[in-house]
Protein backbone atom coordinates (compact mmCIF):
# COMPACT_ATOMS: atom_id res chain seq x y z
CA UNK A 1 0.00 0.00 0.00
CA UNK A 2 1.38 3.46 -1.06
CA UNK A 3 1.48 6.50 1.60
CA UNK A 4 -1.56 8.29 -0.59
CA UNK A 5 -3.48 4.98 -0.30
CA UNK A 6 -2.64 4.55 3.34
CA UNK A 7 -3.68 8.08 4.15
CA UNK A 8 -6.81 7.65 1.82
CA UNK A 9 -7.84 4.89 4.23
CA UNK A 10 -7.02 6.40 7.06
CA UNK A 11 -9.30 9.69 6.12
CA UNK A 12 -12.44 7.44 5.18
CA UNK A 13 -12.38 5.21 7.53
CA UNK A 14 -12.57 7.92 10.22
CA UNK A 15 -15.75 9.11 7.80
CA UNK A 16 -17.10 5.74 7.98
CA UNK A 17 -17.07 5.61 11.98
CA UNK A 18 -18.89 8.76 12.07
CA UNK A 19 -21.41 8.41 9.25
CA UNK A 20 -22.71 5.21 10.37
CA UNK A 21 -23.95 5.97 13.55
CA UNK A 22 -26.56 7.70 11.67
CA UNK A 23 -29.79 5.55 12.35
CA UNK A 24 -31.00 6.32 9.42
CA UNK A 25 -28.56 4.42 7.52
CA UNK A 26 -28.83 0.96 6.58
CA UNK A 27 -25.65 -0.23 4.52
CA UNK A 28 -22.83 1.84 2.93
CA UNK A 29 -20.88 0.90 -0.10
CA UNK A 30 -17.67 1.80 -2.12
CA UNK A 31 -18.17 2.17 -5.82
CA UNK A 32 -16.55 4.01 -8.82
CA UNK A 33 -12.86 4.01 -9.34
CA UNK A 34 -11.88 2.70 -6.40
CA UNK A 35 -14.75 -0.15 -6.63
CA UNK A 36 -13.54 -0.92 -10.10
CA UNK A 37 -9.81 -1.09 -8.45
CA UNK A 38 -8.72 1.42 -11.00
CA UNK A 39 -8.46 4.64 -8.67
CA UNK A 40 -5.07 6.69 -8.44
CA UNK A 41 -4.81 8.81 -5.46
CA UNK A 42 -6.49 11.93 -7.64
CA UNK A 43 -9.57 10.07 -7.59
CA UNK A 44 -12.74 11.10 -5.77
CA UNK A 45 -13.80 8.42 -3.08
CA UNK A 46 -17.66 7.73 -4.59
CA UNK A 47 -19.92 6.16 -1.64
CA UNK A 48 -23.06 4.52 -1.87
CA UNK A 49 -25.75 5.14 1.15
CA UNK A 50 -28.79 3.00 1.59
CA UNK A 51 -30.85 4.68 3.54
CA UNK A 52 -34.27 3.76 5.56
CA UNK A 53 -36.26 6.68 4.74
CA UNK A 54 -38.99 6.96 2.16
CA UNK A 55 -37.61 8.76 -0.17
CA UNK A 56 -37.95 8.06 -4.23
CA UNK A 57 -35.11 9.98 -6.44
CA UNK A 58 -31.31 10.10 -6.09
CA UNK A 59 -29.95 12.28 -3.49
CA UNK A 60 -26.73 13.54 -3.59
CA UNK A 61 -24.12 14.65 -1.40
CA UNK A 62 -20.46 15.77 -2.31
CA UNK A 63 -17.99 16.25 0.64
CA UNK A 64 -14.26 17.87 1.55
CA UNK A 65 -13.00 15.91 3.95
CA UNK A 66 -9.04 16.03 4.45
CA UNK A 67 -8.80 17.43 1.24
CA UNK A 68 -10.82 13.95 -0.13
CA UNK A 69 -13.45 14.59 -2.22
CA UNK A 70 -16.48 12.26 -1.08
CA UNK A 71 -19.38 12.06 -3.41
CA UNK A 72 -22.08 10.28 -1.93
CA UNK A 73 -25.20 9.02 -3.68
CA UNK A 74 -27.93 8.24 -1.29
CA UNK A 75 -30.65 5.92 -2.32
CA UNK A 76 -33.71 4.47 -0.12
CA UNK A 77 -33.85 1.17 1.18
CA UNK A 78 -36.65 0.05 -0.88
CA UNK A 79 -34.99 0.05 -4.56
CA UNK A 80 -32.82 -2.95 -3.59
CA UNK A 81 -34.67 -4.86 -0.52
CA UNK A 82 -37.36 -6.62 -2.87
CA UNK A 83 -36.87 -5.58 -6.31
CA UNK A 84 -33.41 -3.69 -7.77
CA UNK A 85 -34.02 -0.89 -9.36
CA UNK A 86 -32.10 -0.81 -13.29
CA UNK A 87 -31.17 2.87 -12.32
CA UNK A 88 -28.21 1.37 -9.39
CA UNK A 89 -27.12 -1.59 -11.09
CA UNK A 90 -24.04 -0.20 -12.26
CA UNK A 91 -23.24 1.30 -8.86
CA UNK A 92 -24.28 -2.31 -7.53
CA UNK A 93 -22.34 -4.62 -9.88
CA UNK A 94 -18.88 -2.18 -9.08
CA UNK A 95 -19.39 -1.74 -5.40
CA UNK A 96 -17.36 -2.92 -2.54
CA UNK A 97 -19.61 -3.58 1.13
CA UNK A 98 -18.34 -1.58 3.86
CA UNK A 99 -21.46 -1.55 6.10
CA UNK A 100 -24.16 -3.52 6.15
CA UNK A 101 -25.08 -5.02 9.51
CA UNK A 102 -28.53 -6.60 7.99
CA UNK A 103 -26.87 -7.85 4.84
CA UNK A 104 -29.33 -6.12 2.28
CA UNK A 105 -26.56 -4.62 0.18
CA UNK A 106 -24.73 -7.94 0.27
CA UNK A 107 -27.83 -9.72 -0.83
CA UNK A 108 -28.28 -7.04 -3.59
CA UNK A 109 -25.46 -6.70 -5.03
CA UNK A 110 -24.79 -10.70 -5.51
CA UNK A 111 -28.31 -10.58 -6.91
CA UNK A 112 -27.23 -7.78 -9.55
CA UNK A 113 -23.87 -10.00 -9.93
CA UNK A 114 -25.89 -12.91 -11.17
CA UNK A 115 -27.67 -11.24 -13.10
CA UNK A 116 -26.23 -8.40 -14.59
CA UNK A 117 -25.04 -9.51 -17.79
CA UNK A 118 -28.24 -11.84 -19.07
CA UNK A 119 -30.23 -10.40 -22.24
CA UNK A 120 -33.23 -9.92 -19.97
CA UNK A 121 -31.60 -7.39 -17.31
CA UNK A 122 -29.82 -5.50 -20.29
CA UNK A 123 -33.04 -5.72 -21.84
CA UNK A 124 -34.63 -4.01 -18.81
CA UNK A 125 -31.43 -1.38 -18.59
CA UNK A 126 -31.22 0.01 -22.01
CA UNK A 127 -35.09 0.01 -22.31
CA UNK A 128 -35.01 3.07 -19.68
CA UNK A 129 -32.10 4.41 -21.71
CA UNK A 130 -33.86 4.83 -25.10
CA UNK A 131 -37.16 6.54 -22.88
CA UNK A 132 -34.83 8.82 -21.69
CA UNK A 133 -33.78 9.80 -25.08
CA UNK A 134 -36.81 10.37 -26.58
CA UNK A 135 -37.51 12.49 -23.60
CA UNK A 136 -34.31 14.57 -24.45
CA UNK A 137 -35.51 14.43 -28.44
CA UNK A 138 -39.19 15.65 -28.36
CA UNK A 139 -37.52 18.87 -26.22
CA UNK A 140 -35.60 19.14 -29.02
CA UNK A 141 -38.53 19.06 -31.43
CA UNK A 142 -40.51 21.24 -29.39
CA UNK A 143 -37.70 24.16 -28.73
CA UNK A 144 -37.55 23.69 -32.61
CA UNK A 145 -40.91 24.62 -33.33
CA UNK A 146 -40.55 27.34 -30.91
CA UNK A 147 -37.96 29.24 -33.05
CA UNK A 148 -35.47 28.37 -30.02
CA UNK A 149 -32.58 26.75 -32.13
CA UNK A 150 -29.78 26.71 -29.28
CA UNK A 151 -32.18 24.72 -27.26
CA UNK A 152 -32.71 22.56 -29.75
CA UNK A 153 -29.55 21.54 -30.78
CA UNK A 154 -28.52 21.40 -27.19
CA UNK A 155 -30.91 18.63 -26.35
CA UNK A 156 -30.58 17.03 -30.00
CA UNK A 157 -26.88 16.27 -28.41
CA UNK A 158 -27.83 15.35 -24.85
CA UNK A 159 -31.23 13.17 -26.65
CA UNK A 160 -28.14 10.50 -28.19
CA UNK A 161 -25.98 10.14 -24.74
CA UNK A 162 -28.57 7.70 -23.17
CA UNK A 163 -29.11 5.75 -26.40
CA UNK A 164 -25.13 5.82 -26.97
CA UNK A 165 -24.66 4.45 -23.25
CA UNK A 166 -26.50 1.77 -24.69
CA UNK A 167 -23.62 0.35 -26.64
CA UNK A 168 -21.24 0.98 -23.37
CA UNK A 169 -23.42 -1.29 -21.44
CA UNK A 170 -24.18 -4.16 -23.84
CA UNK A 171 -19.93 -4.29 -24.49
CA UNK A 172 -19.56 -4.47 -20.84
CA UNK A 173 -17.37 -1.14 -20.36
CA UNK A 174 -18.35 1.34 -16.91
CA UNK A 175 -21.04 4.10 -17.75
CA UNK A 176 -19.00 6.88 -15.96
CA UNK A 177 -19.35 10.91 -16.67
CA UNK A 178 -15.36 11.67 -17.19
CA UNK A 179 -14.35 8.11 -19.35
CA UNK A 180 -17.98 8.58 -21.50
CA UNK A 181 -16.44 9.65 -24.61
CA UNK A 182 -13.55 7.21 -24.36
CA UNK A 183 -15.91 3.78 -23.36
CA UNK A 184 -18.06 5.10 -26.15
CA UNK A 185 -15.19 4.64 -28.68
CA UNK A 186 -14.31 1.63 -27.72
CA UNK A 187 -17.57 0.14 -27.33
CA UNK A 188 -18.32 1.49 -30.78
CA UNK A 189 -14.84 -0.27 -31.80
CA UNK A 190 -15.68 -3.90 -30.29
CA UNK A 191 -19.10 -3.53 -31.81
CA UNK A 192 -18.43 -2.72 -35.44
CA UNK A 193 -20.11 0.90 -35.20
CA UNK A 194 -17.43 3.42 -35.81
CA UNK A 195 -19.77 5.38 -38.26
CA UNK A 196 -22.62 6.09 -35.69
CA UNK A 197 -19.88 6.99 -33.41
CA UNK A 198 -18.54 9.95 -35.30
CA UNK A 199 -22.01 11.02 -36.46
CA UNK A 200 -22.63 11.06 -32.76
CA UNK A 201 -19.25 13.50 -32.10
CA UNK A 202 -20.28 15.24 -34.64
CA UNK A 203 -23.74 16.15 -33.69
CA UNK A 204 -23.02 16.99 -30.10
CA UNK A 205 -20.64 19.36 -31.93
CA UNK A 206 -17.31 17.94 -29.89
CA UNK A 207 -15.29 16.92 -33.42
CA UNK A 208 -12.20 19.54 -33.30
CA UNK A 209 -12.12 20.98 -29.99
CA UNK A 210 -8.86 21.85 -29.29
CA UNK A 211 -6.95 22.98 -25.73
CA UNK A 212 -7.85 26.56 -26.40
CA UNK A 213 -11.63 25.91 -26.57
CA UNK A 214 -11.65 24.08 -23.29
CA UNK A 215 -9.75 26.97 -21.29
CA UNK A 216 -12.18 29.49 -22.07
CA UNK A 217 -14.92 26.96 -21.73
CA UNK A 218 -13.27 26.16 -17.97
CA UNK A 219 -13.33 29.93 -17.62
CA UNK A 220 -16.76 30.23 -18.73
CA UNK A 221 -18.15 27.79 -16.62
CA UNK A 222 -16.45 29.15 -13.41
CA UNK A 223 -17.62 32.30 -13.69
CA UNK A 224 -21.67 31.03 -14.78
CA UNK A 225 -20.96 28.80 -11.98
CA UNK A 226 -20.40 31.91 -9.92
CA UNK A 227 -23.44 33.94 -11.09
CA UNK A 228 -25.73 31.09 -10.49
CA UNK A 229 -24.49 30.33 -6.81
CA UNK A 230 -25.04 34.36 -6.15
CA UNK A 231 -28.46 33.86 -7.48
CA UNK A 232 -29.11 30.91 -5.79
CA UNK A 233 -28.44 32.76 -2.48
CA UNK A 234 -30.03 35.55 -3.22
CA UNK A 235 -33.08 33.64 -3.75
CA UNK A 236 -32.86 31.03 -1.50
CA UNK A 237 -36.66 31.17 -0.31
CA UNK A 238 -37.72 30.55 -3.49
CA UNK A 239 -35.58 27.29 -3.64
CA UNK A 240 -37.14 26.87 -0.63
CA UNK A 241 -40.69 26.25 -1.98
CA UNK A 242 -39.29 23.40 -4.77
CA UNK A 243 -39.55 19.80 -4.83
CA UNK A 244 -37.09 18.45 -2.11
CA UNK A 245 -35.76 16.67 -5.11
CA UNK A 246 -35.06 19.74 -6.69
CA UNK A 247 -33.76 21.07 -4.06
CA UNK A 248 -31.13 19.36 -3.19
CA UNK A 249 -29.85 19.26 -6.52
CA UNK A 250 -29.57 22.74 -6.19
CA UNK A 251 -27.46 21.75 -3.05
CA UNK A 252 -24.97 19.71 -4.51
CA UNK A 253 -24.24 22.37 -7.65
CA UNK A 254 -24.16 25.38 -5.89
CA UNK A 255 -21.59 24.35 -3.10
CA UNK A 256 -17.72 25.50 -3.44
CA UNK A 257 -16.83 21.95 -3.13
CA UNK A 258 -18.85 20.60 -6.62
CA UNK A 259 -17.24 23.55 -8.11
CA UNK A 260 -13.98 22.14 -7.01
CA UNK A 261 -14.58 18.52 -8.08
CA UNK A 262 -15.60 19.62 -11.38
CA UNK A 263 -12.80 21.51 -12.07
CA UNK A 264 -9.77 19.06 -10.74
CA UNK A 265 -11.95 16.23 -13.05
CA UNK A 266 -11.85 18.24 -15.96
CA UNK A 267 -8.06 19.40 -15.42
CA UNK A 268 -7.41 16.07 -15.11
CA UNK A 269 -8.81 15.20 -18.69
CA UNK A 270 -7.46 18.34 -19.59
CA UNK A 271 -3.44 16.95 -19.03
CA UNK A 272 -4.06 13.58 -20.76
CA UNK A 273 -5.47 16.00 -23.93
CA UNK A 274 -8.82 14.45 -24.18
CA UNK A 275 -10.35 17.36 -25.39
CA UNK A 276 -13.41 15.94 -26.26
CA UNK A 277 -13.96 13.94 -23.06
CA UNK A 278 -13.49 17.18 -21.29
CA UNK A 279 -15.74 19.41 -23.59
CA UNK A 280 -18.61 16.85 -23.08
CA UNK A 281 -18.18 16.63 -18.95
CA UNK A 282 -18.53 20.46 -18.64
CA UNK A 283 -21.25 20.69 -21.18
CA UNK A 284 -22.96 18.11 -19.21
CA UNK A 285 -22.57 19.50 -15.75
CA UNK A 286 -23.35 23.07 -17.20
CA UNK A 287 -26.94 21.96 -18.75
CA UNK A 288 -28.14 20.80 -15.27
CA UNK A 289 -26.45 24.25 -13.76
CA UNK A 290 -29.05 25.88 -16.65
CA UNK A 291 -31.85 24.23 -15.91
CA UNK A 292 -32.03 24.62 -12.21
CA UNK A 293 -31.11 28.53 -12.60
CA UNK A 294 -33.76 28.88 -14.99
CA UNK A 295 -36.19 26.71 -13.47
CA UNK A 296 -35.82 29.35 -10.10
CA UNK A 297 -35.50 32.31 -12.14
CA UNK A 298 -39.18 30.98 -13.65
CA UNK A 299 -40.66 30.84 -10.54
CA UNK A 300 -39.10 34.14 -9.54
CA UNK A 301 -40.87 35.92 -12.30
CA UNK A 302 -44.24 33.87 -11.20
CA UNK A 303 -43.92 31.91 -14.95
CA UNK A 304 -44.04 27.97 -15.29
CA UNK A 305 -40.36 26.87 -16.21
CA UNK A 306 -40.35 25.23 -20.01
CA UNK A 307 -37.27 23.15 -20.84
CA UNK A 308 -37.85 23.78 -25.02
CA UNK A 309 -37.46 26.94 -24.02
CA UNK A 310 -34.30 26.99 -22.01
CA UNK A 311 -31.70 29.37 -24.09
CA UNK A 312 -34.57 31.74 -24.99
CA UNK A 313 -35.30 32.04 -20.87
CA UNK A 314 -31.64 32.38 -20.58
CA UNK A 315 -31.50 35.76 -22.56
CA UNK A 316 -32.87 37.49 -20.13
CA UNK A 317 -29.69 37.07 -18.05
CA UNK A 318 -26.98 38.01 -20.53
CA UNK A 319 -23.97 36.67 -18.85
CA UNK A 320 -25.12 33.57 -18.09
CA UNK A 321 -26.42 33.02 -21.86
CA UNK A 322 -23.25 34.47 -23.27
CA UNK A 323 -21.08 32.11 -21.07
CA UNK A 324 -23.42 28.71 -22.61
CA UNK A 325 -22.98 30.04 -25.82
CA UNK A 326 -19.57 29.57 -25.99
CA UNK A 327 -19.58 26.37 -23.42
CA UNK A 328 -22.23 24.58 -26.03
CA UNK A 329 -20.13 26.33 -29.31
CA UNK A 330 -23.36 27.76 -30.66
CA UNK A 331 -21.98 31.05 -31.82
CA UNK A 332 -22.40 30.30 -35.63
CA UNK A 333 -25.71 27.94 -34.73
CA UNK A 334 -28.52 28.68 -37.68
CA UNK A 335 -31.60 27.04 -38.27
CA UNK A 336 -30.30 24.94 -40.96
CA UNK A 337 -27.95 23.64 -38.28
CA UNK A 338 -30.55 22.89 -35.10
CA UNK A 339 -32.70 20.83 -37.62
CA UNK A 340 -29.67 18.84 -38.93
CA UNK A 341 -28.53 18.11 -35.26
CA UNK A 342 -32.57 17.11 -34.57
CA UNK A 343 -32.21 14.55 -37.84
CA UNK A 344 -28.67 13.39 -36.87
CA UNK A 345 -29.54 12.86 -33.26
CA UNK A 346 -32.90 11.11 -34.36
CA UNK A 347 -30.97 8.76 -37.09
CA UNK A 348 -28.56 7.50 -33.81
CA UNK A 349 -31.47 7.08 -31.46
CA UNK A 350 -33.57 5.16 -34.03
CA UNK A 351 -30.50 2.45 -35.41
CA UNK A 352 -29.77 2.04 -31.65
CA UNK A 353 -33.38 1.32 -30.94
CA UNK A 354 -33.85 -1.06 -34.26
CA UNK A 355 -30.80 -3.09 -33.13
CA UNK A 356 -30.49 -3.22 -29.88
CA UNK A 357 -31.82 -6.74 -29.01
CA UNK A 358 -29.59 -8.12 -32.23
CA UNK A 359 -26.70 -6.51 -30.52
CA UNK A 360 -27.43 -7.79 -26.88
CA UNK A 361 -27.37 -11.42 -28.32
CA UNK A 362 -24.54 -10.91 -29.99
CA UNK A 363 -22.20 -9.69 -27.85
CA UNK A 364 -22.68 -11.58 -24.77
Do not use: C
Amino acid sequence: MTASESRINSILGEFLRDLVKQETISAVGLYGSWGRYEASPQSDVDLLIVDRRSFDYKYLELLDHGDLLIDILRIPRKWIDVTVNPEVDHVLFESIVLHDPEGVLERAREWVAENYRTPGRIDVRTEHNLILSDSYLSRATSAMLRGDWESAAVYAAFSMDPGVEVLIDIASLPVTEISFIWNLRRASEGLGLLGLYRTYLSTARLTGLKADDISSSIKAFEESWRLVSSFMEENRRVVERVHRRLRNEISYRTTSTYLKAVLARVRRVVEERNYMEAGHYLRGNHLRLLEEFSEISARKRGRKFDYPSLFKSLREDEEIYRHAVEIFDLRELDEGKAKEAIESARSVISYIRRNRKELIAKHL
